[in-house]
């Protein structure tokens, strides 16, 4: 919470800009919901059968990590292109 108030207080100036606020933001984003699988973790059983918890444990591991990740790539391939123009 306090990175995402940072950023958005911040994104205007110069180091933010270069540094791209939006994949920054998704960066961000990504972390949190990939971190938000020690909630699910923390769930207890209160009785037989399958705990909704659990099953969101892989997802949103899963999910967290493609939108970290993906926007890291998407990045990369951002100043790729920007260096290949420049040719």
């Known amino acids: 919470f306090v990175c995402s108030l940072w950023l958005y207080f911040n994104r205007n100036t110069p180091k ?8 920054l933001g998704l ?8 971190t938000s ?4 973790l923390a769930q207890e059983s209160s009785g037989d059968g399958p705990v909704s918890a659990c099953m969101a444990v892989p997802w949103l591991y899963s999910v967290g990590f493609c939108i970290t990740f993906g926007s890291l790539f998407a990045k990369i391939r951002r100043v790729h292109v920007l260096f290949e123009a420049a040719d």
């Open 27 to 34: 960066v961000l984003l990504g972390c949190v919901v990939s």
């Open 16 to 23: 933010v800009e270069v540094a791209q606020p939006l994949f």
């Open 37 to 40: 699988t020690i909630f699910a």
